[in-house]
């Protein structure tokens, strides 16, 4: 993937981290092994191998560059209560991602590291959750479209929407 972006030979200055498997619902005691090792593969390993390269390879050149990561309010972070119930490898592993963007930006301080931490968003990785959660989920508030979660993402990097 890294050398196929330095082959592109186009300017990069923006890497956003979003890609995430759907939640496995389990609580925390009933998380497995195999479900924390995707999740640690994809929103840990991967995450950090890409921008390791992205920045070795493209960003070290300019010294500048934008690294966004989407976690996730389930994570909890300002809830005295915890991380969101049922959750388990999916907060787990966003923590891990957020230890990967910390590490970035101690490492190289002209990078420019954000994060974005929005709740339930209308895409298909609502489908692992039951009619009847997401009917609570409604009633406490509005599930935010893609569009919505999208002007928040480029209102943090200071972007204009495309």
Do not use: Q
């Given at each position: 993937m890294i050398?196929?972006?330095v082959d592109w030979g186009q300017?990069?200055?923006v890497v956003i981290l979003g890609a995430s498997p759907?939640?496995?619902?389990?609580?925390f005691g009933a998380v497995g092994a195999a479900d924390m090792e995707m999740f640690w593969k994809v929103n840990v390993l991967g995450n950090q191998q890409l921008v390791a390269g992205v920045v070795k390879k493209i960003l070290r050149k300019q010294k500048k560059g934008q690294i966004l990561g989407i976690l996730s309010e389930a994570m909890g972070v300002n809830d005295p209560e915890g991380a969101a119930s049922n959750?388990?490898?999916y907060t787990i592993s966003k923590y891990g991602l957020l230890g990967v963007l910390k590490q970035a930006k101690g490492d190289y301080p002209w990078l420019d590291v954000k994060t974005v931490s929005p709740a339930f968003i209308q895409t298909p990785m609502l489908d692992v959750f039951d009619d009847?959660?997401?009917e609570l989920v409604r009633e406490a508030g509005p599930?935010?479209?893609a569009k919505e979660v999208s002007d928040v993402i480029f209102a943090t990097l200071g972007l204009k929407d495309v």
């Open positions: 050398a196929a972006l300017s990069i200055e759907p939640p496995v619902l389990a609580p959750f388990g490898a009847r959660y997401l599930i935010a479209s």
